[in-house]
């Protein structure tokens, strides 16, 4: 009888001290629950208010607009070396960064609207703006070809690497995040790199994922070092579907690139350069400067 006592007894304490736990974590989800909680007194990141009529209106609240920036901005794949660029840290100590800074900027106001963005039942916005683009002077597949004096003489003259291009875009794209777009970036190098491998091993779920990045997700397109890659048929093939597709959505790219507008065209084809060319409607910029390197 005593063995049966202490078992029953030991059963209790048990319970009591599984009891005492159970209570304790209540505690805690309830006190991350309350310092979680939105200040403004949201419903599912939506305020809501009446009329002068009395009827219900919501609105976003800044937790939920909050929210939505962080999501837009993962999703973007800024690089990692360039999470720091933003216009105001951006130097104009030539009069050729003066010049882009003053280009981005007059573009960035053109395309804005001026009251809040309205989205489709897809969640799309019908921007339909001009593209934007930084190219260089003398394109890097020109110098290549230079023999080495004359190769350094040119690039001495019409340098196009390091003025700031990049910098840029990518505060544009930091800009535009903020101001309700999905922004998604290329790295010319990387993504077409992706898109091969993944098309030479029949892998046409990651293909058509990683297209529709560009094509379905963002309503603009930032592309860093377009015609970096090296050229082949089956790029030009890709930088056309993708061009092509974006040019019929009328979505704008803002892009960069150390080739003019010849090599750039022999880079990724002449249809995909007639596309954008096309959409960017003249805001092409072909520069050359100090390398801030």
Known sequence: ?????????????????????????????????????????????????????????????ECEIKRRTQIRFKNAEIPEEYENARFQNFKQDHPVHRTMYKAIMDYLKEILPKDELERDRMGRIALKAPSFG?????????????????????????????????????????????????VFCISDITYLQDLMAAKQTGDIERVNGLIS????????????????????????????????????????IIFSSNEDKETLEFKIGPAAYSRLKGMAK????????????
């Open 134 to 182: 930084f190219i260089a002077e003398y394109g890097e597949m020109r110098l290549k070809d230079l023999p080495a004096a004359e190769r350094f003489q040119i690039k001495k003259e019409k340098n196009s690497y390091g003025i700031g291009k990049t910098h840029l875009t990518m505060a544009a794209a930091k800009y535009l995040i903020n101001k309700g777009y999905k």
């Open 282 to 293: 003249g805001n092409i910029y072909e520069l050359s400067g100090p390398d801030m390197r």
């Open 213 to 252: 990045n560009a094509t379905h997700y963002a309503d603009i397109i930032v592309w860093d070092e377009m015609g970096r890659s090296k050229y082949s048929e089956a790029k030009e093939d890709m930088y056309y579907q993708i061009i092509n597709e974006l040019y019929k959505q009328q979505k704008p």
């Open 1 to 61: 009888m005593q063995h049966i006592g202490e078992a029953i007894q030991a059963v209790m304490e048990r319970a009591k001290a599984m009891a005492e736990q159970a209570a304790a974590n209540t505690d805690s989800i309830q006190k991350d629950q309350q310092s979680d909680r939105c200040p403004h007194g949201c419903i599912n990141g939506f305020i809501l208010t009446k009329d002068e009529n009395g009827y219900e209106q919501a609105t976003l609240c």
